[in-house]
């Protein structure tokens, strides 16, 4: 799987687009775990990533996010972009393809805020990620309100990255949990128990 997304960002590099690994994969290598998927962000339009790759489905098209399949995996590719209004607490209304650091500072915590070109063995960190996972805390990129009206489920992830990886909240960042906690009513049972079972499967679910 390694392999094959380091084909994809190659063929996205040729075609003269910028192309690195982004999230959650980049937070692992850092902290010494195995990745489990290999989530891509480039600066080449949804249409661009259509006419690159063999086999694509335009799972989130219109926020610029396109499923590559390759060599029997899926792969998100997604296009830099910043969003804008969040009326039902998930998704955004709308966005607007951008570039890498804007791409990072619409994400939710630091330590998944963070880049890396496997072509040059380099992280891009607009966010300071690296320095908070130095200092293991869990930060919100920006005002951790705005992030959490944004998409109400950022309460529950910030407590299984605390707890899944020994870290702490950011002052910041536990005063908006406590303030805003209510708001978790709002989100589908589906999606809390989504993050509730990874936090079981975690290596800390005490």
């Given amino acids: 799987m390694k392999s094959t997304s380091l084909e994809i960002i190659e063929i996205l590099k040729k075609a003269g687009?910028?192309?690195y690994w982004a999230g959650g994969c980049v937070r692992d290598m850092v902290l010494g775990i195995k990745p489990k998927d290999f989530d891509i962000v480039t600066s080449a339009?949804?249409?661009?990533i259509e006419e690159l790759l063999?086999?694509?489905?335009?799972?989130?098209?219109k926020f610029g996010v396109i499923l590559a399949i390759k060599n029997g995996h899926a792969f998100e590719i997604a296009t830099f972009?910043?969003?804008?209004?969040?009326?039902?607490?998930?998704?955004?209304?709308?966005?607007?393809?951008t570039n890498a650091k804007e791409d990072a500072s619409r994400r939710d915590f630091t330590i998944n805020g963070m880049f890396y070109d496997p072509t040059k063995d380099e992280i891009i960190?607009?966010?300071?990620?690296?320095v908070d996972m130095r200092d293991k805390l869990v930060r919100f990129i920006g005002d951790p309100e705005t992030r959490?009206?944004?998409?109400?489920?950022?309460?529950?992830?910030?407590?299984r990255f605390k707890n899944a990886f020994g870290f702490q909240y950011h002052p910041a960042a536990y005063q908006a949990i406590k303030k805003h906690v209510k708001l978790i009513e709002n989100i589908s049972k589906e999606r809390i128990a989504d993050e509730l079972n990874k936090m079981i499967m975690s290596n800390r679910p005490g």
């Fill in 54 to 61: 063999e086999h694509t489905i335009p799972v989130g098209k």
């Fill in 148 to 159: 959490i009206q944004e998409d109400h489920l950022r309460i529950l992830r910030a407590v």
């Fill in 17 to 19: 687009h910028e192309a």
């Fill in 81 to 97: 972009r910043s969003d804008s209004g969040y009326s039902d607490g998930r998704r955004p209304d709308a966005v607007e393809f």
């Fill in 45 to 48: 339009k949804p249409e661009q």
């Fill in 125 to 130: 960190d607009y966010v300071g990620g690296q």
